[in-house]
């Protein structure tokens, strides 16, 4: 190569270096939050049978302070255990009895945003109360099983948490959030409840609006599907006991039952089709909750 040739070679080559050096680089794409599970039947009906051969074998039932609902803690919570979930019980007194809240967190996420979701796991002494709320805490478990399955990694962290003594006047939901200092409430983004997934001949989802980004996610997801829903403003069940601290919250229920509160709330009173559909339901919602800031 001519000597004039090499030197003209080398002023273009350090002239492309120092343009690609002093120019900024390109944008990144906009990252994309992994499409949400959709689950089916056979995913979370089991965990309604196994509900009730628990309630069978301890009297009937699973109410606050028997072993029926000792024994449903136990059941979610070796499931949560084996998904690697961190678990603990946080105990409180009612009626002289101890009661037990579980809490299950996932493994990272920011832990000054936390996406908490939760429903009730006890019956009333009456019955089995697998519609109420066997099978609110049925949709929790499955969904909390998905992010495991799915080795989900949030931006915000995730928290689950199924409740003792509801049907007592919300009293494990009120305890926990009670021993809660300040500061842990404040990290509580949004709490999403779900009492009741499975009523038989529904009409409609009953959709919590409080929270505006746990709403719109509800209402949307249903509304994407011309299920009909209705606005029941915050009232209901466990999420008043945070929604009265001050925190966002949200959630749904699909209504009362002939069988509420009684012997004849066993898994035959549960709808398939629609505890599928409620799950899937609380699977987007905590997914697309669960990438936002």
């Known amino acids: 190569m001519h000597p004039t040739s090499r030197l003209r070679r080398a002023s273009v080559v350090l002239g492309l270096c120092a343009a690609l050096v002093g120019a900024p680089a390109a944008a990144a794409e906009p990252a994309t939050a992994p499409a949400p599970p959709v689950i089916t039947a056979d995913q979370v009906m089991p965990h309604l049978d196994a509900l009730q051969r628990i309630a069978d074998r301890d009297g009937g039932n699973r109410a606050h302070g028997t072993p029926g609902y000792r024994d449903s803690v136990a059941y979610v919570k070796a499931a949560l255990d084996r998904a690697g979930f961190r678990t603990a019980l946080h105990r409180f007194?009612?009626?002289?009895?101890?009661?037990?809240?579980?809490?299950?967190?996932?493994p990272g996420g920011d832990p000054e945003h936390v996406v908490f979701a939760g429903a009730h796991l006890d019956s009333v002494a009456a019955g089995p109360g697998i519609n109420d709320n066997g099978s609110g805490s049925a949709a929790l478990l499955a969904t909390a099983l998905e992010v495991s399955r799915a080795r989900l990694t949030p931006d915000r962290h995730l928290r689950f948490a199924w409740w003792g003594a509801e049907e007592a006047g919300m009293v494990g939901s009120g305890a926990y959030v009670r021993d809660l200092s300040a500061a842990d409430r404040e990290r509580i983004d949004v709490y999403l409840n779900v009492d009741m997934a499975g009523t038989r001949n529904i009409r409609q989802w009953l959709v919590v609006h409080d929270d505006p980004a746990a709403t719109a996610a509800f209402e949307d997801w249903f509304a994407a599907r011309k299920l009909p829903t209705f606005d029941i403003g915050i009232g209901g069940s466990d999420h008043v006991s945070f929604g009265d601290a001050g925190i966002p919250v949200g959630g749904f229920a699909t209504g009362l039952d002939e069988c509420l509160h009684e012997a004849c709330?066993?898994?035959?009173?549960?709808?398939?089709?629609?505890?599928?559909?409620?799950?899937?339901?609380?699977?987007?919602?905590?997914?697309?909750?669960?990438?936002?800031?």
């Open 265 to 293: 709330d066993r898994v035959e009173n549960v709808d398939p089709h629609t505890e599928t559909l409620s799950t899937n339901a609380l699977i987007a919602a905590v997914w697309q909750l669960a990438a936002r800031h």
């Open 93 to 106: 007194t009612h009626d002289g009895a101890t009661g037990y809240n579980l809490i299950a967190d996932w």
